[in-house]
């Protein structure tokens, strides 16, 4: 009898690198709460991330800025209860890592009281000093570049970044800054699908994609997404996998079934120039 996949080895950093090497796609959703939690556990989900997110699609604002650490600890804590087999990678909210110091007190926090057993900030080679302080603390870390929602009123909007040239090469190099300065995954987010390709070629720890490329190593998408109960318009990114399926546990199934088969995304869901 085959085991269930909450029942095998939990999944690691060295886990997730193995992956990366033996070219197996590393399928990754968000979850707030206890139940969904146990329904990505049971569908085989490799790393649950606690998105700050859930400002938009918990708590019902228009961005992810009013999101706070506590917010962060408590919906962590939910998801830890029935997190067994899957990494458990949680958001450090906008303002929580503005310098190395305070970066390491809310990272303890989100390990401590959440349970997080990654964390993942927003930033670009400007995050070196933070990301190197943590990682020299043994903090697990997901730097996470192209669109950064928590940037979202100096942005201007949602929009896709490193179409130009100058700033593909910005953030390529970021990216590997960020991997030397002791990064353990990277998450790519509405980037050129030309760019998320080369950035994954391009890095030894594993890059997960949203809204990017089909070949970085693993893919994420906002549970809410799959569901089709996003608030609003879905981002092009997205994809509804509840239609025509009678069950919240069969369309995270598919879900992950198209990730490990490389069927998600396709061309509609990516950004080719
Ligand atoms: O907060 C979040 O859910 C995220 C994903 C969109 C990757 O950062």
Do not use: W
Request: with cysteine; aromatic share 4%.
């Amino acid at each position: 009898m085959s085991a269930s996949p909450a029942d095998r080895p939990r999944v690691t950093v060295n886990t997730l690198r193995r992956m990366k090497a033996a070219g197996e796609k590393i399928a990754c959703l968000t979850a707030y709460d206890a139940s969904l939690a146990a329904v990505e556990e049971a569908a085989g989900v490799d790393v649950i991330l606690v998105g700050d997110s859930l400002g938009m699609v918990v708590q019902g604002h228009d961005s992810t800025v009013p999101v706070t650490v506590e917010d962060m600890i408590y919906h962590a804590r939910a998801v830890a209860s029935r997190c067994r087999r899957a990494l458990l990678m949680v958001d450090m909210p906008f303002m929580s890592y503005t310098e190395p110091g305070q970066a390491l007190r809310n990272a303890a926090r989100l390990m401590q009281q959440g349970g997080a057993q990654m964390v993942k900030l927003e930033g670009d080679a400007r995050q070196v000093d933070v990301v190197t302080q943590l990682a020299r603390h043994g903090v697990p870390v997901c730097a996470h570049l192209g669109l950064q929602p928590q940037q979202v009123h100096k942005l201007g909007g949602y929009r896709v970044q490193g179409r130009e040239r100058h700033q593909a090469e910005v953030m390529l190099a970021d990216a590997r800054a960020l991997q030397e300065a002791g990064a353990d995954v990277m998450l790519l987010e509405c980037v050129p699908e030309p760019l998320a390709r080369e950035i994954t070629a391009n890095l030894d720890i594993p890059v997960i994609g949203i809204g990017a490329s089909r070949h970085c190593d693993g893919q994420i998408l906002v549970v809410h997404d799959i569901l089709g109960i996003t608030p609003g318009r879905a981002p092009r990114f997205a994809a509804n996998f509840l239609t025509g399926r009678d069950s919240i546990q069969a369309a995270v199934a598919a879900y992950v079934a198209a990730v490990k088969a490389g069927d998600f995304p396709t061309d509609e869901h990516l950004f080719t120039a």
